[in-house]
């Protein structure tokens, strides 16, 4: 009668499984590695957005509760206080970022250059007992960055629309008061209320994020007609 040999595996058997065995661990661990790298990036992703949502929320809050109490300035007007270029804009507001709400404090946003190509928002209070009447007290500056890292940004401002009197003529206006006034709106690079005799309906900030995304950011202020006040001259 014969026995039942049991044979095992050859060393060349062994060295085959081995090697796919290697290969497919190989080809899990590289997708998994794969599906992890993702991951992190949607984690990241979501991560700048929401930031970068957070800063919005912040910046319209800023600006939709502008003050919109009157100042005056040289010449006897009575105006709002807003001063407004390209890379920067200073105004009152019932909504710091850096202070309670409801203290109305002047602020100031700057792009600060980081680099060739990048740059920075800076968010800026003034001394909160200072305002455009009594001096406002920049020294004693608070100041935050709200975003970096970004490209071509840049602030543009809405000037409504604040057609010509009849009664004037536009031969014998100056350069400053050909400024004023417009047909229909229109967005700025430069705005000063000093000119307009008024806020800005609308801030628009315009700028690129580092994966080279584009956003246009625009907000609304308050432009009431109580924000502003014209010189009256009673007839003799």
């Given at each position: 009668m014969k026995r039942a040999i049991n044979r095992g595996f050859t060393l060349i058997e062994m060295m085959i499984a081995l090697s796919i065995f290697a290969a497919l661990m190989a080809a899990l661990m590289a997708g998994f590695s794969q599906g992890l790298s993702l991951w992190d990036r949607a984690q990241n992703k979501s991560s700048q957005w929401q930031a970068l949502e957070y800063r919005y929320g912040l910046l319209a809050s800023l600006l939709v509760q502008a003050q919109v109490a009157t100042y005056t300035k040289e010449g006897g007007m009575y105006v709002p206080y807003y001063q407004?270029?390209?890379?920067s804009l200073r105004l009152m507001t019932r909504s710091p970022i850096l202070d309670f709400p409801g203290r109305v404090r002047p602020?100031?946003?700057v792009l600060q250059r980081q680099g060739n190509d990048t740059f920075s928002l800076i968010y800026k209070e003034a001394d909160r007992y200072s305002d455009p009447a009594r001096g406002i007290d920049w020294r004693n500056t608070s100041q935050q960055v709200?975003?970096?890292?970004?490209k071509h940004a840049f602030f543009q401002h809405e000037a409504s629309a604040f057609p010509l009197p009849p009664e004037l003529d536009i031969l014998?206006?100056?350069?400053?008061?050909k400024i004023r006034y417009r047909e229909v709106a229109e967005w700025l690079d430069v705005f000063n209320s000093n000119w307009m005799w008024r806020l800005p309906q609308r801030v628009s900030f315009h700028f690129t994020d580092s994966d080279d995304f584009e956003h246009?950011?625009?907000?609304p202020l308050p432009t009431r007609s109580?924000?502003?006040?014209?010189?009256v001259y009673a007839d003799d």
């Open positions: 407004g270029t390209s890379n602020v100031e946003l709200l975003i970096s890292d970004i014998y206006l100056d350069k400053r008061e246009q950011w625009t907000f109580d924000a502003w006040t014209l010189e």
